[in-house]
Every structure is written in C-alpha cells, then in structure tokens.
C-alpha cells in the first residue's frame, strides 16, 4: 500500500507533553465501568449534543495517507475542519502512535464536547508482524491459534494507537473465483463461526478499556461471499434458509461472544442492498440478537446505493440507511445530509440518537473517554511491534496452517544433510508475497522467504542453489492496482532445468501473488497463472522428486500437478516467518497436521463448490447415463476434500460407538472413536464429526460438519476421543420459520475428512 502524505501531520503542528504514558506500559485498564453507569453517562452526554454534534459522530474519514477503498473526493482542509468542530466521529486508516495522537487532540482539544475519534484499521492477520491470511489460520482447525494470532495482532494495533479492527471477516464461501477467499475461514459454516469467535476473542479480551485489545467487527453483513460467478461486489440472491442456515450463524455467534461492531457488505440481496436492510439489521441484528453495538457502513455502501438504483441522490441514501440500522458512514459523506432532513421532519431525530448512543456506548467501552490517548504510547510502540515473541507466535501459527495434500512415497521430510537442493521459482525468494493482501502495517519485503528458511534449516546452505525462473508479474504489484503476468518471456527456464537436473530434490514454489487476493481480485481461472506450468512440467522432465510448495489465497486448481509431482504442500500467504515455517515442515522440525477448510476443485467450472451440498432429486448414479446431477467432463467430487491433510504419519479410525441409537428431546447423546497413530512419528490428528439429516421439512445437506477435537498420539498409541451431541446441533431454520431440530433418523460419520469416516446412525425422538 502506498503511502501518501500524512496531512494530517502536516496540517497539525502542535506540541505535546503530558499526555503519554510511562515507556512502554500498558495502561491499566479503566476501572470496571459497568453497563449501567455506562448508559448513564452516554445519556448524559447525549443530552448535551447539539443535532450537528449527533451527525458528526456518525461520520468516518479515511486518512488520505493509506486507503483502502476508490481515492475520496472533498478538500483535506475541509476534513481537518470539521474534526476540530466535532462532526467527525471516527478515522480509518490513520495508524501510528503518534500520527493518532495528533488526529485525536485535533478533536478533543478543538470541539467543544471534547469527545474522542475512534480510530479503525483494517487490522486482518497482524498489524506489522503477519499472521498467515485467515484463510490458511482456518487450516490449522484450533480456535486457540486463531484468538493468539487475533491477541498479538490486537496488541501491536492498539499500541500504535488504534482502537477498532475491520475484522474478523466471517463471510462463507463457496467460490475460488472470489478473491476475498483468503479472508475468512473457508466454505464451512461451524468451522467459520469457531473460528470467528476465537478471533473476536483474541481481539477484544476481556476488557474493551485495556490499551492492549481493540474492538473487532464482524463483516461482512451478510452474505457478501455468495456474488454471482465469484465477481466482487456482485448480486447475490440466496433464500432465507441458507441466509439463516449457512450465512447468518457466525454473526449470531459473534454478537453472543460481544462482538462490539458489525459491518454492512457492499452487496444486495434479492434486490434490497444489505446496507438499507431493515430486515437484517434491525430485525434480526439488533431485534432478534439483541446487538448493542454499532454497525458500519463499508466504503461508501450508502454512497454506492445510488449507483445500485434504490436511492436517488445521497440524501435518499442516507434516509434509507439510518431508518435501516447503518449507524456510522464510511467514506460516504451521505449522512451530513441529515441534518436538514430531521430540520425538515423527514427523518426522526429518534433515529439519529439510537445511532449516536450505539457509537457513543462503544467509545466508553474503550476507556475513550477516561484517557482519549491511552492507546497512542510511541514508547509503548517500539517495544510491542515485531518483538520476538509475536515474531515466535507467528511461526508457530504459521506452521500449524501448512497442509500437507501429496507425499508419495515419503519423499518428505527431506533431510538436513547429505541432500543437493534445488529451490526453484520466483515466489521462493519473495520476502514480499508470505505477507498476503490485506497486511495492514506489514513493512514491504518484511518477511522470511522460503529460501531464506531452507538456507537457515540445512547444515551446509552451499548445498541450496536457487533457481528464480521466469519472472511471473511484470510491471507493478500493489494492493489498488491489477496484476500483469508474463506469459511470453521464457528466460529462466533453461537455469531452473539446469539447476533441477544437478540436484537430488527440487523444492518449487509455485501459486499466487499475494495481491492476486483479497478484495477487488475475482478470477475466471484459478490454476496457475503465467508461465508456472510450463516450467514445473521442464523441471519435472528432470528430476521426478519435486515438492511443490503452494503460496495462495484460494483453492487452486492444481489437477495437473497433483497427477505428476510426488508431493505438495499447501502454505498459503503465511505471514512474516513464512520460510522459518516452511522449512520447519519441510525438514521434519514440525510434522504438518492443518487440514483444508476449502474444497480444491478439479476444475473452475465445478464452482460453487462444497461438501456440505444438497443431495438433489437426481444424485450422481450410473455415470455413464446422462439423467443425473452431474458433469459430462468431470467428477462431481473436488480433487481434494474439505477437512483434507496429511501428516508425516498416519492414523486408523476404529470402534466408532454411540451411548444410544436414539437422542430424546432434553437428552445427549456421547459419541466415541479410537484414533492409533500407526506410523512411526508423533503427529496431530483433526477428527471431525459430520451428520446428515435424512428427511427434513426442507432439503438438508449430504453433510455437514458438527464438531472437531485435534489430538496428538504418540507412534503406537491410541487415543478415545469424545463427542456430545444435543438436539441444539441438529437444529436447522425450518419450513416453517423456525430454529428447531425435526425428529427423525440421522446418518452420522467421524473420520479424517469429509469424505472419509467410519458411519454410524441414530434417531431424534
Ligand atoms: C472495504 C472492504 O470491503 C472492507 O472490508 C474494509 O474494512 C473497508 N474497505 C475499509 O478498508
């Protein structure tokens, strides 16, 4: 991301003393200020506010020096103005102790309330020391990764001044094609809402108040993942069923675990845009969930309802927003309109203040009002970015998201010694694509290559050669701007045969750039792009043991590789300690056990696709008969799985056992399996309980996960894991509206992934 010039630092030229906190402390977190005095005192100030001041605070400014969204117009001047007067509430991407110091006494020192910005940040894997992109942290199946790598994410941002993180992203998807993939947890609805709440969690503590947690935002609301054909920002049009079923879950589990803000999604569905969804904010958001917290607009959502055709200028848009629940405008300069409009009874001023205590309740929930600049310690700072033990949290979060898909014949581990390596392709050098998109505060070319990390894990690194290739991108590669691939410029080639052909193993690193996510980078195609294939297929001609080590931010489609090359591993955009992480697996110092949270389809043309599917009237029969749910060309099934991986050892399921065939209406059942590790190394194993509702008032899934224990088992040993089921898992929205088990018989598996498993069977009464 390019930075532009703060001018925020330009314009202000004040100085400060008095107002930072002893070198590098935390502050203590504000004494335990209960929900009640807090309301209190947000009615009290409430009743101060000029109608001017209540709009203000509904208003949210990027910084001109980082964004994030289409360049805003306006004069800057104009912005530095109206936070002195108080009619800005909130800044995005404004980040730095001391530039926020600096933003935040514009506004406490000049208006005359003297109530505090709140600052956001798209804070989405790690502020300057990189997580793995969320996606690849789904890989790892263990919640407690997830709210550790949140915690220290949480931890730098809010030393660098800020208060609020753009995240988690809780959208389910179901399509490759889409690049925001890489920013939730996958296709899965149970593993996204464990892994969601992990996440809110790690951010958010237990104290809102404590300088060393942020409040997070659950986005995108709702039903953003589900564009037609996987092209950003696109329609969506989905029932209420899988709107309650598959999509709404883990924003109702995100407003259970406290989540302080929500944010609404760019999209429409079925023709009423999410963000002038009454029935989504406030009937079910704040009605049905009883959510306290306020909700944003993305970029300009109530800008853009013009252009989608449900508003005619921005006073329009921001009536319809208000009345619908969006409490705080992003970027959209729409709800200044609203002054005039409740000066003329168009709009309740009712609805303004509902918005206004909503923002107001969360600002003292941050201690914002005890010390508005607690959170901006430049001494504090220093000592919390990139130190080692977030450094050391990150290899171990990283590690833990790698999957292993194909190792034949045990060609991994490699061995430290003894072995010439050949590391070939230009992402194996890169210390810039580990970082992913959407890195926040992440220095450029910050993080560990792969190269990097088999350099450092062999005994003699002379014994490494690296091979770049081909280039892949040519011309610029930032987050705005798309991506060229070279695609006609095969020098390199011939060095990387060269370089294969003289050693005993090629490591290749091959897959996406990291900007080749995140938003705004939907794909027709999602194999490999330029010229990765022609040279891994020159390269294989050579030298069979090739491990391809994947860089991505989505499921690729790999049919091709995956028939030739021995084995691959999945390592996603890994974050800062990428090549330490890697290598850890790659040499054996970590036996992989990350399991995929998205299906890898055989071909782009299968998407959308997921395990959790319907069975239809025509499931796939006979397959060489015409009259059956499926391709002419293809298998259904994806090349790999939902819930796949592999370990360097390997694991038998036996005596799958269930206290009852029957689960009775108040009652529990307990389910059982014996997991051995019957390999020769001490591995983690992923088991994952699925169901399938047979006979439902409306369609059910073939399956669909409901639990998962990761266990570590010694070489010989076996080890009983242990499920509780209750009619609460089996509940679904029925056709009759309702939230509610049906009675009936249920199919039940509990294995490696979701197409393998030992199967068992059981009756609701
Ligand atoms: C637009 C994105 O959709 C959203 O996720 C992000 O938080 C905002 N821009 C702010 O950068």
């Given amino acids: 991301m390019k930075r532009f010039v703060n001018y925020l630092l330009i314009a202000v030229a004040i100085a400060f003393s008095g107002c930072v906190k002893k070198a590098g402390e935390p502050a203590a977190p504000a004494a335990n200020v209960s929900g009640q005095e807090i309301e209190k005192k947000v009615d009290a100030l409430l009743a101060k506010m000029t109608l001017e001041e209540k709009i203000g605070q509904l208003n949210q400014y990027t910084s001109r020096w980082e964004m ?20 800005v509430g909130s800044m995005l991407n404004v980040t730095g102790a001391q530039a926020t110091l600096e933003a935040q006494k514009l506004a406490v020192e000049n208006s005359r309330l003297k109530i505090p910005m709140i600052f956001g940040y798209d804070v989405i894997h790690g502020y300057k020391t990189m997580f793995p992109i969320p996606l690849g942290e789904a890989a790892s199946w263990d919640p407690q990764v997830a709210e550790l790598s949140a915690r220290v994410a949480a931890k730098e941002a809010a030393a660098a001044g800020l208060h609020w993180t753009f995240a988690p992203m809780m959208d389910i998807s179901r399509d490759a094609r889409w690049g925001r993939v890489m920013e939730g947890s996958g296709e899965d609805t149970f593993l996204g809402t464990q892994m969601a709440v992990a996440r809110i969690k790690g951010f958010q503590g237990d104290n809102l108040a404590s300088t060393e947690t942020v409040a997070a935002c659950a986005k995108h609301y709702a039903a953003y993942g589900f564009a037609e054909g996987g092209r950003d920002y696109n329609t969506v049009d989905i029932s209420e069923a899988t709107l309650r079923n598959v999509v709404l879950p883990p924003f109702k589990a995100a407003v259970e675990a406290g989540v302080a803000t929500v944010m609404n999604s760019f999209n429409e569905i079925g023709g009423m845009p999410a963000t002038i969804s009454t029935h989504l904010l406030r009937d079910i958001l704040k009605g049905e969930w009883g959510f306290d917290g306020f909700v944003v607009s993305d970029w300009n959502s109530i800008g853009e309802l013009i252009p989608h055709g449900v508003a005619a200028n921005k006073e329009e848009a921001a009536r319809l927003a208000i009345t619908a629940g969006s409490d705080m ?25 509902d918005a206004v205590r909503r923002i107001l309740r969360i600002k003292f929930r941050l201690g914002l009002f005890d010390d508005p600049y607690q959170y901006s310690d430049p001494e504090r700072e220093k000592n919390t970015l990139l130190s080692p033990e977030n450094l050391a949290a990150a290899r171990e979060v990283a590690r833990k998201s790698i999957v292993l898909l194909k190792n034949e014949g045990g060609l991994l581990p490699l061995k430290k010694e003894g072995q010439r390596i050949a590391v070939i392709g230009e992402l194996a050098a890169s ?33 490494v050669t690296f091979a770049k290739g081909p280039d892949y991108i040519v011309g610029q590669r930032a987050f705005q701007t798309k991506l060229q691939y070279n695609t006609t410029n095969r020098q390199g080639i011939a060095e990387a045969v060269a370089a294969a052909r003289n050693a005993s193993v090629v490591v290749m690193a091959l897959g996406e750039d990291c900007f080749q996510t995140g938003e705004g980078r939907s794909q027709t195609e999602i194999g490999l792009k330029g010229l990765q294939q022609e040279l891994l297929d020159a390269v294989y001609q050579v030298n069979k043991n090739v491990v391809v080590v994947l860089m991505n931010g989505r499921p ?37 056990a990350g399991k995929l949270p998205v299906s890898f389809p055989r071909a782009v043309g299968q998407l959308p696709l ?58 529990t059942l307990q389910v059982s399996v014996k997991v051995k590790n019957t390999g020769s190394v001490a591995g983690e194993e992923v088991v994952q309980l699925y169901l399938r509702d047979l006979v439902g008032s409306l369609t ?10 990761k266990v570590m088992i010694q070489p010989g040993e076996t080890k009983e894991v242990q499920f509780t089921l209750t009619p609460a898992d089996l509940a679904f929205f029925t056709a009759q509206g309702k939230w509610e088990a049906e009675p009936g018989d249920f199919k039940l598996w509990v294995g490696p992934n979701s197409a393998e498993g030992l199967e068992a069977a059981f009756t609701l009464q």
Avoid at 68 to 87: C, F, M, W, Y
Avoid at 700 to 709: C, D, H, N, S, T
């Fill in 68 to 87: 994030t969204g289409p360049a805003p117009g306006g004069d800057e001047n104009q912005v530095l103005q109206e936070i002195k007067s108080g009619r």
């Fill in 329 to 353: 405008d992003m970027e959209g300069a729409c709800y200044i309109t609203l002054k005039e409009q409740v000066e003329k009874g168009v709009v309740k001023e009712a609805l303004i203040d």
């Fill in 431 to 463: 210390k810039d694509v580990p970082l992913g998109s959407w890195r926040a505060s992440a220095d450029p070319n910050s993080a560990v290559s792969l190269l990097e990390g088999i350099q450092k894990a062999v005994s003699n690194p002379a014994a």
């Fill in 556 to 592: 690729l489609e790999i049919t091709r590789m995956a028939g030739t090359v021995p084995s691959i591993v999945e390592a996603w955009h890994l974050g800062s300690e990428a090549g330490n992480a890697i290598a850890d697996v790659l040499f054996g110092d970590y036996n992989p």
């Fill in 610 to 667: 997921y395990y959790n599917h319907k069975n239809t009237g025509r499931p796939t029969g006979d397959e060489n008969v015409v009259f059956w749910s499926q391709y002419n060309d293809q298998p259904n099934t994806p090349l790999f799985p939902f819930g796949y991986g592999l370990s360097y050892t390997t694991f038998s399921y036996e005596e799958l056992k269930m206290s009852s065939e029957t689960l009775a209406k108040n009652g």
């Fill in 700 to 709: 059910r899934p073939v399956k669909e996960l409901k639990g998962f224990e």
